[in-house]
């Protein structure tokens, strides 16, 4: 069975760090653009990420341009979104989803169930 699993997700205060993972069971990561994702309570999915297969292409939100950060390790199958000078409207479940279209892309083909950050003081 093809799946994602998010992990990394946190309690941080403003102004603090977490770097997100994504691992694939059952398939290689390696081949597929990853995209990152997150929903507030009561909000939208945002997309604030991608990067693609060679991991030679990324794409990012304005809200989290210069902040965020996505990389891949194919020794491990895993995309990392690292994330820094985090604020309170970053507070969401971040899901990861892969799909076989270059970054960006809209249509995406694999997701996980998300990991909630919770950024607070």
């Known amino acids: 069975q093809l799946r994602l699993v998010e992990s990394g997700g946190d309690l941080v205060q403003p102004g603090g760090s977490l770097r997100l993972s994504c691992a694939a069971s059952?398939?290689?990561?390696?081949?597929?653009?990853i995209g990152w994702f997150r929903q507030a309570p009561g909000k939208e999915r945002e997309r604030i990420s991608c990067?693609?297969?060679?991991?030679?292409?990324?794409n990012y939100a304005d809200s989290v341009k210069g902040r965020f950060t996505a990389s891949r390790d194919y020794a491990k199958n895993t995309v990392y979104l690292q994330m820094h000078s985090l604020k309170p409207e970053d507070t969401a479940v971040y899901y990861c989803?892969?799909?076989?279209?270059?970054?960006?892309?809209?249509?995406?083909?694999?997701w996980g169930q998300g990991t909630q950050v919770t950024v607070s003081s």
């Open positions: 989803a892969a799909t076989r279209y270059g970054c960006p892309t809209t249509v995406y083909d694999y």
């Open positions: 059952g398939f290689t990561l390696n081949y597929y653009t």
């Open positions: 990067i693609s297969s060679s991991g030679t292409s990324t």
